[in-house]
């Protein structure tokens, strides 16, 4: 039975308190966390949860993988405006009431954020009977040194960086196609990129990124103006056996593109001065196309056939 009094408060607080003074923030115990900055920079906020994938991990009880989506979908995300993620808030929905998941929740997201000097500041627990798995949303603050510009520019080499399955994007669909079927790539995490690029941004000429979540390959439209952006099917970097899979079921190139990130789940357009020195800094990452004079279009040449998609 649902108890309103949350009696597992105190426990969350102990945990989150952990989290409360880093280099860039400090944080006091109150009616609600009171916290002050250390620095004076312009900011920005990001919020975003793990959808449809919530089903599976509530199944398998993959908690801590749970915890790694929602921190990917977001700090992946401020990478694209050059954002240092330094606090934020949670809203953790499950469809039933358990103290022991709830902490297990908490318990990882502290250690993560420990690892990053983020500081949880606040949150919220939703127990919600009427659905069938868990959502993890959570809202990233973060500080902009140097504000990026995302646009790629003609000539530009496209370098893509591997992703690690299916993450976070595409679960309606794949509930579509697999039906009551489970793999174990339906939980594996989504792969943090925060960890390794934004070093980059301070030494190279990047010129544009893109995370490839939601919309996937159609993301990258939205910074292109009198340029197009071809990607190759001859790259080292292949989409992992789950997209071949999910193909062969029935979906079409164009919905594989559109849906799912193919084996590739960062993009940077860069100056091809620094290519060799950025692909030495990023572990399985490819060069897999280029930018060129155009009228904004995304041209792909298909991993599953020998189609060309465009977007």
Not at 57 to 62: P, R
Not at 112 to 124: M, P, S, V, Y
Not at 126 to 154: C, M, W
Not at 249 to 266: A, L, P, Q, R, T
Request: hydrophobic share 35%; with cysteine; glycine share 8%.
């Amino acid at each position: 039975m649902y108890d309103p009094t949350k009696p597992y408060k105190k426990q969350v607080l102990d945990l989150i308190k952990q989290t409360w003074n880093t280099k860039y923030v400090s944080v006091k115990e109150g009616i609600y966390p009171v916290f002050e900055r250390k620095f004076s920079y312009s900011e920005v906020d990001h919020t975003d949860g793990i959808g449809t994938k919530g089903i599976y991990h509530w199944q398998q009880k993959t908690f801590r993988n749970a915890v790694l989506d929602a921190l990917a979908m977001n700090l992946n995300d401020l990478i694209l405006v050059g954002a240092h993620p330094y606090k934020l808030q949670n809203h953790i929905i499950i469809p039933e009431d358990n103290q022991e998941i709830i902490l297990e929740i908490i318990e990882n997201l502290k250690e993560e954020c420990q690892k990053r000097n983020i500081a949880i500041t606040g949150g919220e627990t939703s127990v919600q009977d009427n659905i069938k798995g868990l959502d993890i949303s959570l809202t990233v603050s973060g500080f902009i040194k140097k504000p990026q510009i995302n646009s790629p520019q003609i000539e530009d080499v496209i370098i893509g960086v591997k992703s690690s399955g299916l993450h976070s994007n595409g679960f309606t669909k794949i509930r579509e196609v697999f039906g009551d079927e489970y793999r174990a790539e339906f939980v594996k995490p989504t792969h943090i990129y925060s960890d390794t690029i934004p070093p980059l941004l301070e030494k190279y000429e990047i010129h544009g990124m893109m995370h490839i979540t939601g919309g996937a390959f159609t993301k990258l439209k939205d910074n292109l103006f009198n340029a197009n952006i071809r990607i190759t099917r001859n790259s080292i970097l292949k989409p992992q056996e789950i997209f071949y899979e999910i193909y062969k079921k029935g979906v079409s190139d164009e919905e594989m593109y559109k849906i799912f990130n193919c084996g590739i789940g960062f993009i940077l357009s860069v100056s091809p001065k620094d290519k060799d020195n950025i692909l030495m800094k990023i572990d399985d990452a490819a060069v897999i196309g280029k930018v060129e004079q155009g009228s904004g279009q995304i041209i792909i040449e298909s991993a599953f056939s020998d189609r060309i998609i465009k977007f």
